[in-house]
């Protein structure tokens, strides 16, 4: 079975971050449309189930407004604290007061890839037409935003090869290289065998650093088919933890008064603290062999 899907690796972390905590659950005695207001709940209310308390089902915060226990309803906003109203099915899980929500955890996968660049990056190629006498090729605009060329490798037409070996080249940024600018992104391969020009017509493929795309990750994704490297799963998760537990720490010493007194089950001020800084110290061991790793694999040129 599959662990890497998004929401797997949600789980994951959700289990691994609340190792210690036994949360209050229970489940949805009904299914939920994204306005349905009051929610039925399977079982009997908890005392923690009252006015204030947050409930979590799947992505979705609700802030409980008044509660009728004889109905084992709450009465809720939906939606709460920036999260989208979804419907969820009969008997799926309601967390009550998470210390950390599939959101947060969501929300700090997504935060952890957009802080990869320039350090870790995807690859991605694309292929074009040359004549023999090419002296480069301009980079296409879906290629804005790359941060390097990885490779440069040739096909002829002539031998019809099957092998495409490397072509040499130089990039350029911001200088036409001979060439005139149509597709405005300012960047320019130049080839650098035999005096700068292809040696016969055919193809050429080139592989481009490109930083990673967290628009594209949702729930349902596969993150084994996104990530260049099996290893770099390890340090999503473990820059999530490392960012939730700094945030948990944060919000527990810096609130005075505070909506609940603090479950017995909680480790007190300071420890968590503790905990995140250990878990900083083994991301950035993961990062930086993940980063030597890729360079390695990936070696690009940025000018």
Known sequence: MARTDVTQVIERIRRQLNSTVRLEVSTLGSSLTTTTNPVTLTYDLPNSLRPGAILAVGTELMRVISV????????????????DPEAHASGDEVQINPRFTRFDIFDGIIQEID???????????????????????EVPAAYANAMGVVSVNRNYTEDSSTVWPHMGFTLYRGRSASLTPTEGTGMFIRFTDNTGYARAAGNVVVRMAMPYDS??????????????????????ELGVKARLLADDEVGRS??????????????????ALTLGQTFLQRYDRRRAQEVRRLRTIHPFQQW
């Open 68 to 83: 009728d226990t004889g109905a084992k309803e709450a009465t809720v906003l939906r939606g709460y604290m920036d999260t």
């Open 115 to 137: 802080s990869w660049e320039p350090d870790i990056f995807t690859v991605s190629d694309w292929t074009t037409t040359v004549t023999d006498t090419t002296q480069g090729v």
């Open 215 to 236: 628009s594209a990750v949702t729930e349902d994704s596969d993150l084994d088919t996104i990530l260049v490297t099996r290893g770099l799963l390890e340090v999503i």
């Open 254 to 271: 810096a609130r005075g008064p505070q909506d609940e007194p603090r479950r017995a089950e909680e480790v007190q001020g300071g420890q």
